[in-house]
Structures are given as C-alpha cells and as structure tokens.
C-alpha cells in the first residue's frame, strides 16, 4: 500500500507562510484523490483541503479557503499545501492522507495517511 511522508511543519508567527510537502512511495496521480487534515489533541481529526486525481479539481474548508493552496507534483509523487496568512487557530498536527474515491472531505473516506507534521503559530 502507499506509504506517505510529511515534512515542512515549524514553529511560526502569525502572518508567517509554510509550505507542507507529502512525498508518497508510488505512483498517485489519476489514482488517489490526495487530502490534507489536521487534528488538534482531544478533537476529531479536521478537513483541510483535497485535490483530485488528476490535481484539475480543489476543495478547501471555509477556515483556510484563500490562504491555503493545495497542489500535486505528479512528477515527484508529491502533494503540497502552501499555507499563508497563518493564525493561531491553524496550530495543529497536519496529516496528508490518499484516497481511491474521486473526492472526499471526511477523514474516514480516506485509507492511507502520514504520520503528521506539527504546525504552531505563535500570536
């Protein structure tokens, strides 16, 4: 099964941008709907962003719409969140997640995720 790595996660200020790199261990392109999600400790884990299969279509939650951009390197097997604008509400655990679904903003649509990368931003 693929396997997925974050990377990119810090320490920020508010204001600040991140870029959040998801390098999966095969082929994805036209076979996973790729997502973002994040969970702070105690919640339900949180939608984020998705990108279809193909990368020609996006979906964001209403929090980030504007100030995140989800995009996929179909070259690199890897998925991106560029995060900017950042606010002390984004502090969380940032998970990339695959889906073999054609879109899907639920955590359980999803069958493969990452370990996370912790993002905090310091007001």
């Known amino acids: 099964q693929v396997q997925l790595v974050e990377s990119g996660g810090g320490l920020v200020q508010a204001g600040d941008s991140l870029r959040l790199s998801c390098v999966a261990s095969e082929r994805t392109v036209d076979i996973y709907t790729m997502g973002w999600f994040r969970q702070d400790p105690g919640k339900v884990r949180e939608f984020v962003a998705t990108?279809?299969?193909?990368?020609?279509?996006?979906s964001y939650a209403d929090s980030v719409k504007s100030r995140f951009t989800i995009s996929r390197d179909n070259a690199k097997n890897t998925v991106y969140l560029q995060m900017n604008s950042l606010k002390p509400e984004d502090t969380a655990v940032y998970y990339c997640a695959a889906s073999p679904r054609s879109s899907g903003t639920y955590y359980l649509q999803y069958d493969h995720w990452g370990q996370g990368t912790q993002v905090t931003v310091s007001s």
């Open positions: 990108i279809s299969r193909n990368g020609g279509a996006t």
